[in-house]
């Protein structure tokens, strides 16, 4: 068995905001101690897979690339110098030429340009493998360089496949050491928050989930869900002032909601400007196929129902909400393939909720059907299963609790890090027969789902 060093490069876009602006005291804290608050309030990944890989006997290093403050706590700390152009790339070169890691764990593609880290091993010769994990399919040509490719669903290890790549198949996972952290922050409400939930993207304004925004509307029509969207509100906002900037004689707000829907994100007024009377024209046209509910929608949902649809949340909030509905809904997106083993399917069952989901060509290999998760195949069959599960809460819980066991003996980062840490293991030891690590086993607490 060989010990190697992992540096794991992991993006949170805008959400790592969200701490900051709810502590402040934080931008006075350390690097350490930033990246502690970071990992306990748990947002998307967090460090699960590094913590488990650490369990395995490894030296393992998390770095938030996209993080602002936070990197530029440790450029300060390590007195690097950075041009404010470019923070992301300088930083983390350096913090890759400080941690020398034997193998570079790329959660995304976006931590550096690609043309860059195709010359990673050139200038850093102590970089024996370069690791990407792609939860979402595309970019084939980009990822030519990649040693190992680990992606998220079979439909799309087969795409990739096609064009060439040997992909390997690891499914996303569940962090449980999530109960511990609910329990350490006083989450423990033992009540229910609604009977139907969704978090996540609404579809509007993401071209890849809009399928999704017509099944979420009609939800919306017919049941009682609440919702807790992501509908680029940001982007919306930005819009609106690039609008006004431009001295946009209609209505604002109108036209900053259709732009994003259209998925027309202009990076600044003067582009916007430009392509103004293109983007009216589609207007007219999307309204018309938006009367058949379908196409880019051009009102959110929260401009259509105010009251039950809510901000996104994130981390321990996110999880806490999942734990207290009684049923959560999932979708996969457009270009899934007809596979599924989205994130949320382990968020929702690992906190013991009654999942109601879309299905797949996999779906038997991940959860059995009816009896661990809720499957569909239409928002028919979809509308009908909710409604039988609120009137027969014995099924709904059994099934709640039975998706919970599968998911924290088979879908954890535990399970997963084994199969990564097997898949390295292999390749620097080129071919040679190895054993796999054992798994460390630790202490488990569970939130219980509400009573």
């Known amino acids: 068995m060989r010990q190697y060093r992992l540096v794991r490069l992991a993006g949170l876009h805008y959400l790592g905001e969200e701490m900051y602006r709810g502590n402040s005291r934080l931008l006075d804290m350390s690097f350490e101690q930033q990246q502690k608050t ?44 950075y041009r404010p152009e470019s923070w992301q790339t300088d930083i983390l070169l350096k913090q890759i030429e400080r941690l020398r890691p034997d193998v570079l764990y790329f959660q995304d593609i976006h931590s550096m340009p690609h043309e860059l880290r195709k010359q990673l091993k050139t200038l850093y010769p102590f970089i024996r493998l370069i690791v990407v994990h792609s939860g979402f399919p595309g970019e084939f040509k980009k990822l030519d360089d990649v040693d190992l490719l680990l992606v998220a669903m079979p439909s799309m290890m087969r795409k990739y496949r096609e064009e060439g790549l040997d992909a390997q198949l690891m499914y996303h996972a569940f962090d449980d050491r999530i109960h511990d952290k609910l329990a350490a922050s006083g989450y423990s409400q033992n009540s229910y928050l609604c009977d139907f939930s969704y978090v996540g993207s609404s579809g509007f304004g993401h071209h890849y989930h809009v399928n999704r925004y017509w099944d979420l509307l009609r939800l919306m029509e017919q049941t009682n869900i609440r919702m807790w969207l992501d509908e680029q509100d940001r982007c919306r906002i930005q819009t609106r002032d690039f609008l006004l900037e431009i001295g946009y004689q209609g209505d604002v707000d109108q036209m900053a909601m259709a732009v994003v829907g259209l998925n ?102 991940l959860f059995e059907p009816d009896r661990e998760v809720v499957t569909y195949t239409s928002m028919d069959e979809c509308i009908e299963k909710v409604r039988y599960l609120l009137d027969h809460e014995d099924v709904r819980r059994q099934i709640g609790l039975a998706g919970q066991r599968r998911t924290l003996q088979d879908h954890t980062m535990n399970n997963r890090s084994q199969q990564v840490d097997s898949l390295i293991q292999a390749m620097l030891n080129r071919g040679r027969s190895i054993q796999s690590m054992p798994a460390v086993s630790y202490p488990r607490t569970i939130v219980q789902p509400v009573a």
């Open 38 to 81: 970071l990992f306990a309030e748990a947002y998307v990944y967090s460090n699960g897979m590094t913590s488990a890989l650490s369990r395995l006997g490894h030296e393992v290093h998390e770095v938030v690339y996209d993080l602002k403050p936070m990197q530029e706590t440790w450029a300060r700390e390590h007195g690097i110098q």
């Open 264 to 365: 027309q994100i202009l990076p600044d007024a003067e582009q916007l400007r430009k392509k103004l009377p293109q983007i009216q024209i589609q207007i007219q046209k999307a309204a018309e196929t938006n009367r058949l509910r379908q196409g880019f929608p051009l009102r959110n949902l929260q401009v259509q129902y105010p009251h039950r649809v809510h901000p996104p949340v994130f981390g321990l909030k996110m999880y806490d909400l999942l734990r207290r509905s009684k049923i959560c809904f999932n979708n996969h997106m457009t270009r899934s393939w007809g596979s599924v083993g989205n994130l949320r399917m382990y968020e929702a069952t690992g906190m013991g909720t009654c999942l109601v989901t879309d299905t797949g060509d996999n779906m038997g290999s």
